[in-house]
């Protein structure tokens, strides 16, 4: 999975982002200067099968302008 992957995954679902890719995580934030719409995020990073901090599939939002998805496998909740 890259960050063309994702950019091109919220793009489709009419949300523009940039992305950084910080090996075991993307951090993902909106180009223009607007707040997430956190339910739409994280139903686009589910449909990736993006993560949680605790396994959970979704995205951990830091700011409404900032939202942190662990890629697949490398949370594994006990």
């Not at 982002?17 to 993307?26: A, I, N």
């Not at 995205?59 to 490398?74: L, S, V, W």
């Given at each position: 999975?890259t960050?063309?992957t994702?950019?091109?995954?919220?793009?489709?679902a009419?949300?523009?982002?940039?992305?950084?890719?910080l090996?075991?995580?993307?951090?993902?934030?909106?180009?223009?200067?607007?707040?997430?719409?956190?339910a739409?995020?994280?139903?686009?990073?589910?449909?990736l099968?993006?993560?949680?901090?605790?396994?959970?599939?979704?995205a951990m939002?830091?700011?409404?302008?900032e939202a942190?998805?662990?890629?697949p496998?490398?949370?594994?909740r006990i």
């Amino acid at each position: 999975m890259t960050s063309a992957t994702i950019k091109t995954a919220f793009a489709a679902a009419g949300i523009v982002v940039r992305v950084r890719d910080l090996k075991c995580k993307f951090r993902i934030c909106p180009v223009a200067s607007v707040d997430f719409d956190q339910a739409a995020v994280a139903a686009v990073a589910k449909s990736l099968g993006l993560t949680d901090v605790l396994g959970r599939p979704g995205a951990m939002f830091n700011t409404m302008r900032e939202a942190i998805c662990y890629k697949p496998g490398q949370i594994v909740r006990i």
